[in-house]
């Protein structure tokens, strides 16, 4: 298998550090664009064991991080928290299309056009990245298939007092329980998700996704309590029709059970896994 870490600039310049897995075949390939969420980073947990179980089973995989997720260099700490400060919606999903443009060219991506098949990208992503893949479904025409884990079902998620406290403050504070940093959001964040409703707004993006003829796949843990059932299931209802399928994993959460370090593939990750890549294996290949 080949594995390669590389560099490549959104459309605003900014630096995003990603890795590309394939075994080279010399044939074209689809793809698989992979999309982490808040608080999250590429190299979390499972996700590089998923990346290449993917490119076991036929697929080139780029997963890459947000340029402003907060993590740095090393790409396991948030050593970069004034840019994870900074962060916008609006700003992770033009990244997205970047990497699909990108990708789709084989600009700036050490690849082969040969091995792949700019025709057959599809998006994998996990809560927030999850609804950035849906989002990117609608606005990106380069998108075939969309495979939404845990998704968050809209970023409406502060009360009017919250965000009255927000703006008089210019920021709030959000503890990483895994890491004990105190991680600030600016208010930019509130601004971007004002001005850009529509644009950012994941029902109606669900919605659209069968009127363009894009399937989606959307697995949720039964437990979860970051995201509940009930957010995945509002957006299969969004999305209803033959396109969109919906799995229920029993007596799991967020990560399906996985964890940080990662400790092994669970049986629920590897429910996920079979469900993804039927889906990709029907609607890329």
């Known amino acids: 298998m080949t594995h390669e870490r590389f560099e490549i600039y959104s459309s605003e310049g ?24 808040f608080k999250g980073f590429k190299d979390w947990g499972p996700f590089p064991t998923m990346m290449e179980e993917f490119a076991r089973a036929g697929f080139i995989t ?6 402003h997720n907060g993590v740095g260099e090393d790409l396991m700490n948030f050593t970069e928290l004034d840019r994870f400060a900074r962060n916008t919606f609006s700003r992770e999903l033009d990244e997205v299309q970047s990497v699909v443009r990108a990708l789709a060219a084989c600009e700036g991506i050490p690849l082969e056009p040969r091995e792949l098949d700019p025709n057959n990208v599809g998006i994998l992503g996990h809560s927030r990245g999850a609804a950035m893949a849906i989002l990117a479904g609608r606005h990106s025409k380069l998108v075939r298939a969309v495979a939404a884990l845990s998704p ?24 990483n329980q895994r890491t004990l940093q105190v991680m600030r959001l600016d208010v930019t964040l509130l601004d971007d998700l004002e001005a ?7 029902l109606k993006a669900a919605q659209e996704l069968p009127i ?6 959307l697995v949720c843990g039964s437990e ?13 209802e969004a999305a ?22 990662f400790k092994g593939m669970t049986p629920a990750l590897e429910m996920v896994l079979a469900h993804a890549k039927q889906f ?3 609607y890329l290949q």
């Open 14 to 37: 900014e630096l995003l550090r990603a890795d590309l897995r394939y075994i080279p075949t010399g044939e074209a390939k689809p793809a698989i664009v992979f999309l982490h969420g």
């Open 62 to 67: 780029l997963a890459f991080n947000f340029s």
């Open 152 to 175: 968050v079902s809209t970023f409406e998620r502060y009360s009017e007092r919250h965000k009255e406290r927000w703006r008089r403050e210019g920021a709030f504070e959000v503890l």
């Open 196 to 202: 850009n409703a529509e644009k950012l707004s994941i």
């Open 212 to 217: 363009l003829g894009k399937p989606l796949m």
């Open 224 to 236: 979860d309590l970051t995201t509940p059932l009930k957010e995945t299931e509002a957006i299969a």
């Open 240 to 261: 209803r029709g033959p396109l969109t399928e919906i799995h229920v994993i029993p007596h799991v959460g967020h990560t399906f059970n996985a964890v940080h370090p």
């Open 280 to 282: 990709f294996k029907k």
